[in-house]
Antibody
Framework: EVQLVESGGGLVQPGGSLRLSCAAS????????MHWVRQAPGKGLVWVSR????????SYADSVKGRFTISRDNAKNTLYLQMNSLRAEDTAVYYC?????????????WGQGTLVTVSS | DIVMTQTPLSSPVTLGQPASISCRSS???????????LSWLQQRPGQPPRLLIY???NRFSGVPDRFSGSGAGTDFTLKISRVEAEDVGVYYC????????FGQGTKVEIK
């Protein structure tokens, strides 16, 4: 069974940093691209970032470019999101997600999410 | 960036009646490989999103056959043939032809 478990969320002051983790199991983690998607309270889904299977290529939404860094450790089956210079508008539940081969480019697997609150 | 626009944003429906959600993209979702990477997701209250439909009309594993997807190019539709109580939630269309972009979401609730 595919499992994605996020951790690392919490309360942080504006300008602060957090590192989110997503522990993966039940599939060959090193074979799949991984994504971060966030959802502000009461709002819709917004794509944040993605990384290819070996970590050599990354992409970011304009709203986080230069502040967030996505990375992965295939030996540990773990995805990361380093978030720096956090702003109030970054407050959201952050989900990791992936698209399995049977549903190409469709996010079939999601974690439960981790809440990041940016507030003084 | 591709913008996804859903209508309506709210859909009160009677149990057992059909429901339909439209999604329009700002440009064609046909990828250079010939596929159209348009998906539909359901998010029940307090839950992460769940994949229902991928590549316009393919139901994902375990999705009831009352859910169906159709469309082409820039215009797509999700239909629920007979709404059940468990279908309450927010539905998102999503494109993955060029990065990922989500629609604003359509809230389906029971009248």
């Amino acid at each position: 069974e595919v499992q994605l478990v996020e951790s690392g969320g919490g309360l942080v002051q504006p300008g602060g940093s957090l590192r989110l983790s997503c522990a993966a199991s039940g599939f060959t983690f090193s074979s799949y691209w991984m994504h971060w998607v966030r959802q502000a309270p009461g709002k819709g889904l917004v794509w944040v970032s993605r990384i290819n299977s070996d970590g050599s290529s990354t992409s970011y939404a304009d709203s986080v470019k230069g502040r967030f860094t996505i990375s992965r450790d295939n030996a540990k089956n773990t995805l990361y999101l380093q978030m720096n210079s956090l702003r109030a508008e970054d407050t959201a539940v952050y989900y990791c997600a992936t698209a399995p081969g049977i549903a190409p480019r469709a996010p079939a697997h999601w974690g439960q999410g981790t809440l990041v609150t940016v507030s003084s | 960036d591709i913008v996804m626009t859903q209508t309506p944003l709210s859909s009160p429906v009677t149990l057992g009646q059909p429901a339909s959600i439209s999604c329009r993209s700002s440009q064609s979702l046909v990828h250079s490989d010939g596929n159209t990477y348009l998906s539909w997701l359901q998010q029940r209250p307090g839950q992460p999103p769940r994949l229902l439909i991928y590549k316009i009309s393919n139901r994902f594993s375990g999705v009831p056959d009352r859910f169906s997807g159709s469309g082409a190019g820039t215009d797509f539709t999700l239909k629920i043939s007979r709404v059940e109580a468990e279908d309450v939630g927010v539905y998102y269309c999503m494109q993955a032809t060029q990065s990922w972009t989500f629609g604003q979401g359509t809230k389906v609730e029971i009248k």
